[in-house]
Every structure is written in C-alpha cells, then in structure tokens.
C-alpha cells in the first residue's frame, strides 16, 4: 500500500486555474498507476483522469479533456492535476488513488487519498 496525500484545493472563480498534487510515501511509487476522482455532494464518485506509471499513457473523462492535465514524477513520488477552464460543475472532492494497473474504475483503486475541497464559483 502507498500513503497518499493530496493538496491544492480551493475557491476560485469560473474560468480560473487549479494546480492540485498529490504526494506518495515510500520508494514504490513508480510501479503504481495514479488516478484522480471526485465527488460532489449527492452525487457518486466519477473518474476525471488517469496516467500510467512511467507517465506515457493517460485517460480523461470526456467532461474534463482538453481542461484537465495529469501529470506525474516519479523522482518527487508526486502526481499532479493542471485543472483550467474551470467550470461550477467542476466542484467536488478530489481524492488520488494508485493502482497496480492502469484503468479508470474505482473499485480497482487500492490505496485512496483524503480529499481535497475544490469549489468553482460562477
């Protein structure tokens, strides 16, 4: 299992700009697939995006390509989540979570991170 811990969440205006990351603990980052997910409230959990584990391959949510990156490295045991062209439907908890394989289902995720509040004003 890897710790993980995510940070750069916040308020910020429609249109605007989120840098969220997320740091692992220990030397085996690498050999682990990372996604992000979110959650508002009522609603259930929904991929946003995916990167394999040397960074090569990435998946995105229809409702996030061509706004979101995600980007990962692995000498900073950190992956990360450019979020642009914010929208208020944006708003959710983001939580990371690594896995063995690269795919886009939660349930395949073993290790989950906190969360993260990111709240989109219109």
């Known amino acids: 299992q890897v710790q993980l811990v995510e940070s750069g969440g916040g308020l910020v205006q429609a249109g605007g700009s989120l840098r969220l990351s997320c740091a692992a603990s220990g030397r085996t980052f690498s050999s682990y697939a990372m996604g992000w997910f979110r959650q508002a409230p009522g609603k259930e959990r929904e991929f946003v995006a995916a990167i394999s584990k040397s960074g090569s391959s990435t998946y995105y949510a229809d409702s996030v390509k061509g706004r979101f990156t995600i980007s990962r490295d692995n000498t900073k045991n950190t992956v990360y989540l450019q979020m642009n062209s914010l929208k208020p439907e944006d708003t959710a908890v983001y939580s990371c979570?690594?896995?063995?394989?690269?795919?886009?289902?939660?349930?395949?995720?073993?290790?989950w991170g906190q969360g993260t509040q990111v709240t989109v004003s219109s």
């Open positions: 979570a690594a896995s063995r394989v690269l795919n886009t289902t939660p349930a395949l995720f073993g290790s």
